[in-house]
T-cell receptor, first 112, second 111 residues
Framework: GESVGLHLPTLSVQEGDNSIINCAYSNSASDYFIWYKQESGKGPQFIIDIRSNMDKRQGQRVTVLLNKTVKHLSLQIAATQPGDSAVYFCAEAQFGNEKLTFGTGTRLTIIP | KAGVTQTPRYLIKTRGQQVTLSCSPISGHRSVSWYQQTPGQGLQFLFEYFSETQRNKGNFPGRFSGRQFSNSRSEMNVSTLELGDSALYLC??????????FGPGTRLTVT
């Protein structure tokens, strides 16, 4: 991906298994959270979002969990596929404010 | 609908020069945000425009500026380029208060 940070966490998962990517956020005032996927040579692609009045939200093969007590966000991807290999970013914002603050990203590699 | 488009996709400039990058948002989106992505700093917010007005600004020097036109298209300008300005510059558009959709980015290399 475009973000190859010096300390980019990595996660390798066998194809077909489930994966969980974690993210800690810092701003207690944030009330809107988004997960993006970035493949090599591309811009971030929206996956799923959640507002702070929810603890869980499900999409197609993806689930986002929000724990406001410990300021933690996770993305679960079910039945991973080779196309899921990418860098995943969480982002936080205050709803209605377009400024997104991104996490460092996690590189997910799906092993065939 | 067509996605966010950015031009040019790749650019090589020399230190001290200036550069202008362009972004066309998704049709109907009036908010355009710009981000810088580098290996060392990750994704960082530059600024956001809505209805031709800058609403938010990140922590970047004044060499970084932008504008938005009446058709919501946006440009960002970097003057007096430095080596550290080498990055992927991403534009995102949204319908106010909703998901931001990103373009493919402009890869700027400063030599």
């Amino acid at each position: 991906g475009e973000s190859v940070g010096l300390h980019l966490p990595t996660l390798s998962v066998q194809e077909g298994d489930n994966s969980i990517i974690n993210c800690a956020y810092s701003n207690s005032a944030s009330d809107y959270f988004i997960w993006y996927k970035q493949e090599s040579g591309k811009g971030p692609q929206f996956i799923i979002d959640i507002r702070s009045n929810m603890d869980k939200r499900q999409g197609q093969r993806v689930t986002v969990l929000l724990n406001k007590t410990v300021k933690h966000l996770s993305l679960q991807i079910a039945a991973t596929q080779p196309g899921d290999s990418a860098v995943y970013f969480c982002a936080e914002a205050q709803f209605g404010n377009e400024k997104l603050t991104f996490g460092t990203g996690t590189r997910l590699t799906i092993i065939p | 609908k067509a996605g966010v488009t950015q031009t040019p996709r790749y650019l090589i400039k020399t230190r001290g020069q200036q550069v202008t990058l362009s972004c066309s948002p998704i049709s109907g989106h009036r908010s355009v945000s710009w981000y810088q992505q580098t290996p060392g700093q990750g994704l960082q917010f530059l600024f956001e425009y809505f209805s031709e007005t800058q609403r938010n600004k990140g922590n970047f020097p004044g060499r970084f500026s932008g504008r938005q036109f009446s058709n919501s298209r946006s440009e960002m300008n970097v003057s007096t380029l430095e080596l550290g300005d080498s990055a992927l510059y991403l534009c995102a558009s949204s319908s106010q208060g909703k998901v931001q959709y990103f373009g493919p980015g402009t890869r700027l290399t400063v030599t």
